[in-house]
């Protein structure tokens, strides 16, 4: 099914984008828990992320410890949580979040504000330390 990332993906609307290869895409949360929370998407529309295929699940977690390790260089932390959720938009995805308390992984905690200057500034520091 396709959703709002499916959008995000195919650019029909825009993104805070950190990096894309051929089957995954990373770009920041719109709506974050922390600065530098990041969403780690596969391409596929699929909805669970235990649903992907075996060769899917396990590229997407190695493309996002790749993310993670960027976000970590940029974004002052304790380190880089991971979550699964997807109540809210049902395309595969991971969240990797910035923690320094356990408040920052609660998803029922007030969201951190951030103007479009700071979400493009963070998006583009981490992309540039993303290894390729
Ligand atoms: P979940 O499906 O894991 O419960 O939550 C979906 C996540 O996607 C939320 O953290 C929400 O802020 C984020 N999100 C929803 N729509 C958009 C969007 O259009 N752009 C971005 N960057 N993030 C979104």
Redesign the pocket.
Known sequence: MET?FTK?INQE?P??KIAENDSFYA?????PNAKGHT?VIPKKPIDKLFDLDEETYADLFSYARKIAQAIEKVVPCNRVGLSV?????PHA?V?LIPLNSMNDAN?AAPKEKMTSEEFITLANKIAEAVEN
């Open positions: 709002i995000i609307i993104s805070y770009f920041l949360d719109i709506n969403l959720i997807g109540l809210e938009v995805h969240h998803f």
